[in-house]
């Protein structure tokens, strides 16, 4: 399969006036054409950071710090601020977590659409982009997309804003679409519906999908491969079935016991104790030491990730020490 | 826009009842000064009670409130404002002659405002916790705690005392032709520039010491307003979708727009307010000083036009004001 993005040791700090916070520090993992690639960990572990720095969206306090996102052969982080809206919105889309935060109050849903075709197309009237919007509007099937292509934002359900996000999204024919949470402020009915629709169009559009969850259920039902994130480093890398049958990180082991697993009849439900490690002190060595069961001295030097078995990646001593022996 | 012309209508019909409440509180307040203002009318304590008598029943003084009230309605709306007993002129005469000094004062000031105040707010925003942001923080306190005739005071003494640059009273000389009644608008009307310096020489320092006492207010909302509308999701998820230069000052500008006129919609409120005393100060003859001048005298139905007149234009300004957030925010046209 062809790579169609490449992130490599990106870092992203934000600085405080508490202190520096490491919130991505060197994450690495690439993109393959028309895959679902899911981003788990538990909240404040970097997901949102990382998925907004690979089109540079940080602000300020925050500020990418090292690594490159290569996209075509180019580095996404090289660009000015004029190459990146170009790119923005055209060949790689954002599905933001809130749609009723995330469109304009005093826009229509179709004029979001409208504009950020015409955005992109040089010389298209709104006018015409409007008839864009109805046809999107269509294809992801909003009844009645004439009128609703009118409708402000306030007269729309919850589901339908995010429909209109993700006719955003997918109006440009993009590349890749990165949906950070997208199901999560939504009712539990819709949140199905906002899955289904955005694996179909991912086909229709051959669009990959980096999907950004703490829900190991989306994950099961959506991802192709897994990363899993803990405290702004990646702790697993796999694909989806080989993770839920075989985790190899504590973390990862947590996490699944935390959740039904739809892979492995498990008797009981656990939390992993203790929570993620403030992100300006972090922890010496492995991060997720302090709250592992199985932390040794080893784990105090900080563990590589490395290839387990074929195309599963772990970075911790116990999986290492086996591989060593 | 079906649903705007919809609620303007709306809006309109829930304005009548303000205005029937301002007539009766005009009424009521004017009739409840603990003074006889007859006896005023008619020449103070050596009046004959013959005089006062004939003023009062002149004056349907003599017949009961609701009935008084009926009659005062019934002139209102007919156009007639009763006639002064000071100036022997009807009320709305004077108004015509007085208000438009008023109303010039007003606009131009409100001019000041808008396009000072909103660029100085913009740039705070820009520039957020820079020297000039702290600066503008200063010329805002100053602003708003100055009292308005201290400011004028100053303002004379610089700009007409000590350096001799501007007039420190008076409106200037009326053009040869009164097409509005405003001395400065109407010289441009009839080409005289030489008369419209004069004019606008004259309308300066007044206008320059009203709007000084708003603008503050103004810089810090339309800061405050952008910061947070920049810093919005709606705005960064714009920039997400690649939006950039005029496409995304459009979403920033129209939702800080907001805000923005409802301070300006109150500022408008101090500023005739502020009129009053700045008139006196400057010897404005606008509707301030004939409205001071009236209430020296007791002049019942001069106060009585006057107030009507500023409730009016406050009712007037509300609607307009909520016809804007209309026209902007589709959430109010519910
Ligand atoms: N503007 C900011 N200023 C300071 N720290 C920030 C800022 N934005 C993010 N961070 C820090 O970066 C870290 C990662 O945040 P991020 O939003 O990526 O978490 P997340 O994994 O997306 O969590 P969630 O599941 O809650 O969305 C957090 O520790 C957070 O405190
Ligand atoms: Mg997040």
Known sequence: MKKILEVKDLRVHFYTYNGTVKAVDGVSFEVYEGEVLCIVGETGCGKSVTARAITKMIRSPG???????????????????????SIRGKTITYVYQDPSAALDPLYTAGYHVAETVTAHSVGMRIREALRRAVEIFHEILIPDPENRVKSYPHELSGGMKQRVVIATAVANY???????????????????????????????????????????????????????????????????????????????????????????????????????????????????????????????????????????????????????? | MGDIKRYIVRRTLSFLPTILGVLVLTFVISHIIPADPVRVWAGGYKARPEIIEEIRRRYHLDKPLYEQLILYLNDVFSGNWGVSPMSKRPVLVDIAEYFPATLELSIVSGLLLTIIGIPMGLIAALKKDSFIDHAIRVVALIGTSAPAFWLAIVLQWIFYYYLGLLPATSRGTPPSIRYTGMYVLDSILTGDVELFIENLKHILLPSVTLAFTGLGIIARVVRNTALDVVSSEFIDFAKARGLQGLQLYRHILKNSLIPVITVLALEIGYILSGAIVIETVFSWPGIGLYAVNAINSLDYPAIMGVTLLIGLIFIFINFITDIAYAVIDPRVRL
């Open chain 1, 63 to 85: 500020k990418i710090v090292g690594g490159r996102v290569l996209f075509n052969g180019i580095d996404i982080l090289e660009l000015d601020e004029d190459q990146l809206s």
């Open chain 1, 174 to 325: 993009p590349k890749l679409i990165i949906a950070d949470e997208p199901t999560t402020a939504l009712d539990v009915t819709i949140q199905a519906q906002i899955l289904d629709l955005l694996k179909e169009l991912k086909g229709r559009y051959g669009s990959s999908v980096v999907m950004i969850t703490h829900n190991l259920g989306v994950v099961a039902e959506m991802c192709d491969r897994v990363i899993v994130m803990y405290a702004g480093k990646i702790v697993e890398k796999a694909h989806t079935e080989r993770l839920f049958e075989n985790p190899l990180h504590p973390y990862t082991k947590g996490l699944l016991n935390a959740v039904p697993n739809p892979y492995r009849k498990t008797m009981r439900l656990e939390s992993i104790p203790g929570v993620v490690p403030d992100m300006i002190n972090v922890p010496e060595g492995c991060r997720f030491r302090p709250r592992c069961p199985f932390a040794t001295n080893a784990c105090l030097i900080e563990p590589e990730l490395i290839e387990a078995e074929k195309d599963h990646y772990v970075s911790c001593w116990l999986t290492s020490k086996v591989g060593q022996q």
